[in-house]
């Protein structure tokens, strides 16, 4: 789940480079921006995620302005 999303974003890391930049989407987790989301989504229990949405760059945009310009992982877990 959260840990094969991680192995994607990595993946598609290591595939999109260009000229020693980095093509990443933004991770939103519950709303809030993650800066640097590698460690956290390593750590993220499966259990604890209720939805995950993929937006490409034309609705990221739309949605999160000059954030959703690489794409946008959205994240929502369970509440308590």
């Known amino acids: 789940a959260a840990s094969d999303v991680y192995k ?3 993946h598609n890391r290591a595939r999109n480079r260009s000229g020693g930049g980095c093509q990443m989407f933004t991770v939103f987790l519950d709303g809030l921006r993650l800066p640097d989301p590698g460690i956290f989504l ?3 229990n ?7 949405q993929l937006f490409g760059p ?3 945009m739309m ?3 000059n ?6 992982l959205l994240i929502t877990t ?3």
Do not use: M, S
Not at 46 to 52: D, K
Not at 67 to 72: H, I
């Open 8 to 10: 994607r974003q990595e």
């Open 42 to 44: 390593a750590e993220l």
């Open 46 to 52: 499966p259990q604890t995620v209720e939805t995950i």
């Open 58 to 60: 034309t609705e990221a």
């Open 63 to 65: 949605r999160y302005g």
């Open 67 to 72: 954030f959703g310009v690489n794409g946008v």
């Open 78 to 80: 369970r509440r308590r």
